[in-house]
């Protein structure tokens, strides 16, 4: 470790960063550490991206545009833990055009757009799915939605699309999807990052932007475009209800006391096994809880299509991968009787495989949403 006038330079990094956001020691590293958690990172870490968040305070600016959506992820963003880390994440991103905070209006609003995005070198965050159909449908200062994301883009550094809305065109793409709504990546042929979720995590968000300002270029993705080291794995993975989905221990009904037990929610409509999301590591509001922790199912908000494809969210899924059936998928139902059967008889667990193999082959081809 470097030292310099017995104080490492690490400790000096993060001091003088600490003192340029005149925020708490405790936040700042707050923000460091759950970023270096968040990115695979050792806490070793930490006074790199301190560092790397102190000189990006100069640059890069931002364009946060708002189409189709409810302004819940620029919510969600400006919630995050701490206020100071929130007023941090703005200062240093330099937001330069957000129309639900800018004090700017009319002419000036869009004078400031126009010139962040003659300079370049900045980054262009979208919320909200493009209007492709009837684009009259979603139009600021007398252009559609298409043709500002075509044009703010076209200049930019990195495009970030963050809720399912910008991502995969989101609510508004549901069937019958009367306006054409579609994500930014199927209107703009230069790279999106994907950061779905009905709102985006503001840790997976903070975390995209810092992985962008220490790395220079975009975290590897997945085949949806989502940061792999965000969405690699699967709620269900990492749920605290699942060693009762182990054990067949459901919920049957609400109200009822395997409820009381929090047990897992599966055949409650829980859509945690074919959901790519961090949410039982990153939690929501402060970190107190998450979906899952408060009760209900996960409704699969971070996957394309969910409001299609998921639908109804109390339905339970028809197949679910099993824990050491490789390669097999089956119901929680025909497992539990099998294993049941297995035990009574002495059938060894490769026979229970092959069984439920024999009987589910049909259901192989299922997708499991990811490339993981
Ligand atoms: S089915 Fe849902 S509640 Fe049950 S373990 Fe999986 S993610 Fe958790
Ligand atoms: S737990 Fe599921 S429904 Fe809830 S925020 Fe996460 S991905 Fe969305």
Redesign the pocket.
Do not use: L
């Given at each position: 470790m470097y030292q310099t006038a017995g104080v490492s330079l690490e400790e000096a990094l993060i001091e003088e960063s600490i003192m340029h956001y005149d925020v708490s020691r405790r936040d700042f590293l707050k923000l460091c550490g759950g970023t270096a958690a968040m990115l695979g990172l050792s806490q070793a870490w930490i006074p790199q991206i301190a560092s790397a968040l102190e000189q990006a305070a100069k640059r890069p600016p931002v364009i946060w545009l708002s189409f189709q959506s409810c302004s819940g992820c620029f919510e969600s963003l400006a919630k995050a833990d701490y206020p100071d880390v929130a007023t941090i994440v703005l200062d240093i991103i330099s937001l330069n055009y957000q129309e639900v905070i800018m004090a700017a209006a009319g002419t000036q609003s869009e004078k400031n757009l126009d010139d962040t995005v003659a300079a370049g070198g900045y980054i262009t965050i979208v919320e909200g799915a493009i209007a492709t159909g009837i684009p009259e449908a979603m139009m600021v200062g007398g252009k559609t939605s298409e043709e500002i994301v075509g044009e703010v883009t076209a200049n930019g550094a990195a495009t970030i699309a963050v809720g399912t809305c910008a991502a995969y065109g989101g609510v508004q793409a549901m069937n019958p999807n009367p306006t054409g709504a579609k994500g930014v990546s199927d209107v703009i042929s230069t790279p999106v990052i994907n950061i779905p979720?009905?709102p985006s995590n503001p840790d997976t968000m903070v975390s995209t932007i810092t992985y962008y300002l220490l790395y220079k270029e975009a975290p590897k993705l997945d085949s949806k475009g989502r940061p792999k080291f965000a969405f690699s794995q699967k709620?269900h993975d990492n749920c605290d209800r699942r060693a009762h989905f182990d054990s067949g221990e459901y919920v049957e009904e609400f109200g009822g006391e395997e409820e009381a037990k929090n047990y897992c929610l599966y055949k409650m409509g829980c859509?945690?096994p074919e959901?790519h999301?961090p949410?039982p590591l990153t939690l929501?509001n402060s970190k107190q809880n998450?979906?899952?922790g408060s009760g209900n199912g996960?409704?699969?908000?971070?996957e394309p299509d969910f409001w299609d494809e998921f639908a109804g969210f109390y339905d339970t899924l028809p197949n679910v991968p099993v824990p050491g059936f490789i390669g097999v998928k089956t119901s929680t139902d025909y497992i539990g009787s099998t294993l049941v059967t297995a035990t009574m008889t002495g059938i060894g667990i490769h026979a229970i495989a092959t069984a439920a193999k024999g009987r589910f082959k049909e259901n192989d081809d299922i997708s499991e949403g990811s490339d993981d």
């Open positions: 979720g009905c709620v859509k945690g959901t999301s949410c929501w998450w979906c899952i996960c409704i699969g908000c971070m």
